[in-house]
């Protein structure tokens, strides 16, 4: 069955260090990939998306992810984080030819000041 | 401003009494999907459409209904609500093709059934 997986349920790190959010998947072929945002009490909002080409794609915000293939994953970074980027964050995917769309469980990021 | 709307945002009903989500896009996107959210589970897709007329199930159907008659709307049904249809619901558009596939989502409606 095809799934994503993020394995950090909660993640904090103090404002300024370097973030790595974590994201497999499990599909045959290469799908389509993206990371959201959600702000609390918000809606969810587009860091990033990875169809093909180059496998490191940047986003908004200072973001960007890169695609290995032979790991099947799709892994969130940030040099320095800010105290604003405190969320929770989705991966998800779509399997290229389908129109279904399938959600991580999210990693919730916490910054300490 | 482009965006996507959803009322209402906040609903409590009680078990059994039919009741409408409503969702609409101004961007004339051609697809619309509906997501409920639950802690610890994520989003789970419920319907989704890729055209007026064309809907199909996601993830989690049962217990809901979705039409598409118009481009911009694209209602969710719950014909008899309970209590495990308590939950955080997410409609969400997008431009399918030309290296799009970016879903917009609405502010959410908060469900709750008692």
């Known amino acids: 069955a095809q799934s994503v997986t993020q394995p950090d349920i909660h993640i904090t790190v103090s404002e300024g260090a370097s973030l790595e959010l974590r994201c497999n998947y499990s599909y045959g072929a290469t799908p389509y990939l993206f990371w959201y945002v959600q702000s609390p009490g918000q809606g969810l909002q587009l860091l990033l998306k990875y169809f093909s080409g180059d496998t490191l794609v940047q986003g908004i915000k200072g973001f960007e992810a890169e695609f290995k293939r032979s790991q099947s994953s799709f892994n969130l970074r940030k040099p320095s984080v800010h105290w604003s980027d405190a969320a929770e964050y989705f991966c998800?995917?779509?399997?290229?030819?389908?129109?279904?769309?399938?959600f991580g469980t999210g990693t919730r990021l916490k910054v300490l000041a | 401003e482009a965006q996507v709307t959803q009322n209402p945002r906040y609903l409590i009903t009680v078990t059994g009494k039919k009741l409408t989500v409503t969702c609409s896009q101004n961007?004339?996107?051609?697809?619309m999907s509906w997501y409920r959210q639950d802690p610890g589970l994520g989003l789970r897709q419920i319907y989704y459409?890729?055209?007026?007329?064309?809907?199909d199930k996601g993830d989690v159907p049962e217990g809901y209904k979705v039409s598409r008659k118009e481009k911009r709307n694209f209602p969710l049904i719950l014909e008899s609500p309970s209590p495990n249809q308590t939950s955080l619901y997410f409609c969400a558009s997008s431009f399918d093709g030309g290296g799009s596939y970016e879903q917009y989502f609405g502010p959410g409606t908060r469900l709750t059934v008692t």
């Open positions: 459409s890729m055209n007026v007329e064309v809907t």
């Open positions: 961007m004339n996107h051609e697809y």
């Open positions: 998800a995917v779509r399997a290229s030819g389908t129109y279904k769309y399938i």
